[in-house]
């Protein structure tokens, strides 16, 4: 079964740039797309990234995706972080070969 | 504006068996794919299952399969899950997610709901 995987956690500085991957475990992750969703404490999950790079209205551009192929990943990237992007994030896409879906394991962003 | 709003969480003994509903509005219901995904306490996001737009197919993750069914009544703009054979590893909080796929299955989660809490004790 096709399985997402991330780092358990990152941290960064305010003002910085920090970028979270999540590698694929076979087949290509180019072949469906990945969406990114950001869940802060005691909330439900928002959209970041949709459909590997698009960005859904009233998300700033501070959130980029990415896919690379070579490595069999996706990347989000938060650039000039604030401290309200502290959060957990999550990679999404689906098994093709049995219509499932497929999270990541989460990736909890600290801005400090 | 799209409202998906859970219910039917409650405390239930092992074995035992619930029925969850997500009652939706804002868009038009029956043009969409609709997924559970669960979250257990401290724990990621996992996707349960889906059902597409008229109810004709419907997919399951392999830690449900056999024991939950997803339904879908397009009259009532409402989504089922029917839980049973409950396990303690069945406890989380569980969403209901729109598909954004307008007649097929995208298997992006554009609109959640805000969850119901399902706990599996005795």
């Known amino acids: 079964n096709f399985m997402l995987t991330q780092p358990h956690s990152v941290s960064e500085s305010p003002g910085k740039t920090v970028t979270i991957s999540c590698t694929g475990s076979s087949g290509s992750i180019a072949s469906n797309y990945v969406q990114w969703y950001q869940q802060r404490p005691g909330s439900a999950p928002t959209t970041v990234i949709y459909e590997d790079n698009q960005r859904p209205s009233g998300v700033p551009d501070r959130f980029s995706g990415s896919i690379d192929s070579s490595s069999n990943s996706a990347s989000l990237t938060i650039s000039g972080l604030k401290t309200e992007d502290e959060a957990d994030y999550y990679c999404q896409s689906y098994d093709s070969s049995n219509q499932r879906g497929v999270f990541g394991g989460g990736t909890k962003l600290t801005v400090l | 504006e799209v409202q998906l709003v859970e219910s039917g969480g409650v405390v239930v003994q092992p074995g035992g068996s619930l029925r969850l509903s997500c009652a939706a509005s804002g868009f038009t219901f029956d043009d969409y794919a609709m997924h559970w995904v669960r979250q257990a306490p401290g724990k990621g996001l996992e996707w349960v299952s889906l059902?597409?737009?008229?109810?004709?197919?419907?997919y399951y993750a392999d830690s449900v399969k056999g024991r939950f069914t997803i339904s879908r009544d397009n009259s009532k703009n409402s989504l089922y899950l029917q839980m049973n054979s409950l396990r303690a590893e069945d406890t989380a909080l569980y969403y209901c997610?729109?598909?954004?796929?307008?007649?097929?299955?995208?298997?992006?989660?554009?609109?959640w709901g805000q969850g119901t809490l399902v706990t599996v004790s005795s």
């Open positions: 059902i597409s737009w008229d109810g004709g197919s419907t």
């Open positions: 997610a729109k598909d954004n796929g307008d007649g097929y299955n995208s298997y992006y989660f554009d609109y």
